[in-house]
């Protein structure tokens, strides 16, 4: 028996010590069960008086006949509407006229529970209230139809949290004022589905050229599948996005019921058949560099639908004459020269290299035909990368009076040889870049090295990938028209690299600016003196060298290029205002009959150039004096090898009469053109360029101190070999 009383009262005092033990935890964990039951029936409370206060809002008045105005309109520096977003589709259609299949295929994938709500959907807001609040900032929707609806009528797309109550609010209000059907019919006319289509109808037209009523079933699941992102699915931007968001679209519809199971696999089998000419509902007079704005827009944190339902005002930096002159000089030139095909090309890129402001943008021939951007394509430049060569070679501080050898030369394997095998001794380097002499460039990156190449290419904006390797002299690699126009922006604004931009500021629809465009941010990157000695030899391309078609009548400076297949020919060049490039091409990357960049592209900048520099007069470069001494060649000079033999040299049997000249067509890089305008051509070519019989030197100057005649370049070991 007192066994048992000790263990009896030894277990009393255990229980008692857990017993207080638990009342303290028991304690402090009733009072957090009763803070969460507090904060669960606060939220409780509010969320029903929200939907109380929600309950009792007014109807909107006349809300049935309601045609939203809002518009947002892109604008020329020079007041010229150049785009214009609607809000409101010029393709209504009624909801009797809808097929089934598109109502069953918004419903399912925008809004499930539409026709059980009042507007909002509570679960999915409570939802996509918890994801918010935990993110900090509005990341996740759960935005109904109706509230779709409201945001395209009456709001903007701005995620924030004062605009999804007020989205709430408006919502409550549209469903009291219209019925469920007129408020899908009002959402599927105005929402908008990328490609410049707003409502079900204009898109059934923009992306299949037909009717709404002749889709196929899935054919309208793409086109349900493009609200949530309208230019990521756009199938003109990635089929393949499009086609897998219209297969998502499909499965939500065969797990609702909505298409039976043999629909459903038909329809994620079916081939995509776009239409080969896409219809574009706004007006857009200056297509591509509209496409560029947006992406601008975009970096700037607006999405497509700000842009096309928030009714803006964008005033842009392009000049609207400057543009249409790109447009009409682009058409004009490539038909003359029987161009006319789809496959057959042309950009321009136009800016200031003052201020970086865009002055014309044009990505192709003919925006309805084809949306790809070639401003913004990698192609070889050819010869038109040769003025960074012999920019690094003024900042090693060779002069462009220096002489140099244009001669054969072989690095390895590699025996580089000039337009027509023709050679013409030791001639001043400024020569060699107006004649466009190949071994001339490979001697100068030879000299300077082809690190310092690849650096003053880099340091001006040309970040697509260099080969370390000798060939990159001729513009053997691939670059970007945006990127090459760019750099010579250096050689015309002193050395300074200014980057380009497109807009100039937003104003809201009240005309409140919420953006203007910063100031331009400038970078030093070649010295005053290395832009003068460019803009001096670059000059000669236009006045007596390879350019002499792109000549506009007041001081430009200017370079050739062409690939050695003829795949690629370009033109860029400058003013001290305006900095232009040119390029023309096949898309499928063949061979163009020899379209050289002294034809086509020469000619298309000479269009542009005499409109954009129209503002500025005949002002010339504010650069110090350089001097170009006179040269010719000396009699017997020019040799003409054969095909492989660089060894003999067999002269021209006319050498006497061309030699002495100091340039002529043979001379020209680009020497084949079709018939009837090569003919004009060389008769225009032998009216301006200097006669055989009389030298003219290039620059008129005092003779040089007959002491310190110029010295040969001397020649450097190779770098190493890639």
Known sequence: MVRIKRTAKHMSAKNLAKKNISKKDVGILADIRNLVIFGAACVLAAGVAFNLYLSSLPPIKNLEGFKPNIVTKFYSSDGEIIKTFTAYTFSKV????????????????????????NG????????????????????????TITQQLARILFLSNERTFDRKIRELVVAARIEKSISKDKILEMYMNNVYLGSGAYGVEAAAQTYFNKKLSQCTLPELALIAGLP??????????????????????????????????????????????????????????????????????????????????????????????????VNEAILKNMKNYGLNGNNHQAAVFSFSPIDGKILAYAGGKDYTQSQYDRVQAIRPSGSAFKPFVYAAAMEKGISPNDMIEDAPIKIGDWAPRNYGSKYRGEIPVYSALMVSSNTCAVRLIQEVGIRAVIQIARVLGI????????????????VKLFELTRAYGAFANGGYVVQPYAIERIETSRGKVVYRAPKTKVSRQLSLKTAAEMTAMLKTVIDHGTGAAARIGKPAAGKTGTTDDYKDASFVGYTPNVVTGVWVGNDDNSVMRSIQGGT???????????????????????????????????????????????????????????SSQQTSDEQFEEATTPAEVLNNFKKQQTQTMPQPQSVQPVVQHAAPPAAKAPTPIPMAIPESLN
């Open 600 to 658: 086509v592209p020469a000619l298309i900048w000479r269009d542009v150039m005499k409109v954009a520099t129209q503002p500025y007069g005949n002002v010339d470069f504010n650069y110090p004096e350089i001097k170009l001494m006179p040269f010719q060649l000396r009699p017997g000079s020019i040799r003409v090898l054969k095909e492989g033999d660089e060894n003999s040299a067999q002269e021209n049997e006319n050498q006497d009469e061309n």
């Open 463 to 478: 970040s697509t990938p260099l080969e370390y390797d000798y060939t990159i002299s001729l513009g053997s690699n691939g």
């Open 120 to 143: 909002y959907d509570i679960a999915g807001l409570a939802r996509s209230t918890v994801q918010n609040i935990i993110a900090g900032h509005v990341v996740q929707g759960a935005s």
């Open 228 to 325: 949530q992102a309208p230019s990521i699915y756009s199938p003109f931007n990635n089929l393949e996005l499009a086609t897998q968001r219209r297969n998502q679209v499909l499965k939500r519809m065969y797990k609702m019921k909505y298409i039976t199971k043999d629909e459903y696999e038909n329809a994620k089998d079916a081939k995509v058949n776009l239409t080969t000419v896409p219809r574009f509902y706004t007006t857009n007079k200056a297509p591509y560099f509209c496409d560029y704005v947006l992406k601008e827009l975009e970096k700037l944190g607006f999405d497509e639908t700000d842009i096309s339902q928030g009714g803006y005002k964008v005033v842009t930096t392009i000049d609207y004459k400057t543009q249409i002159a």
């Open 94 to 117: 009624d909801i009797e006229n809808v097929p089934d299949n598109l109502k069953k295929a918004l419903i399912a994938t925008e809004d499930k529970n539409f026709y059980n709500h």
